[in-house]
Nanobody
Framework: HVQLVESGGGSVQAGGSLTLSCVAS????????MGWFRQAPGKEREEVGK???????IYAASVKGRFSISKDNVKNTLYLQMNSLKPEDTGMYFC???????????????WGQGTQVTVS
């Protein structure tokens, strides 16, 4: 049973930083591709970034240069380092995992419960 648990969200002032974590269980992070998504109130969920099957990171244009995704295979954990946060970064952040073709297509099957990020 695949389980993803995010943590690290909170409230921060514009220009601040936060690091989100996503602990995976029920599989090893090397078996799936993983990524981060977010959903702001009243808006559709959007992809923030992902690690592809060759270990490259791909970011949405809106966060490129400010956000960084990394993975610790020993801890089975995916991270999202967020710097220079803006009010428009506010939303619920989710990690997701699946076979790489599904994550790349934007339709992963496994999702965490989300962690709230509020930037004021």
């Amino acid at each position: 049973h695949v389980q993803l648990v995010e943590s690290g969200g909170g409230s921060v002032q514009a220009g601040g930083s936060l690091t989100l974590s996503c602990v995976a269980s029920g599989y090893t992070v090397t078996a799936f591709c993983m990524g981060w998504f977010r959903q702001a109130p009243g808006k559709e969920r959007e992809e923030v970034g992902k690690l592809d099957d060759i270990g490259s990171t791909i970011y949405a244009a809106s966060v490129k240069g400010r956000f960084s995704i990394s993975k610790d295979n020993v801890k089975n954990t995916l991270y999202l380092q967020m710097n220079s946060l803006k009010p428009e970064d506010t939303g619920m952040y989710f990690c997701a995992a699946d076979f790489c073709n599904l994550l790349v297509a934007g339709v992963p099957s496994h999702w965490g419960q989300g962690t709230q990020v509020t930037v004021s």
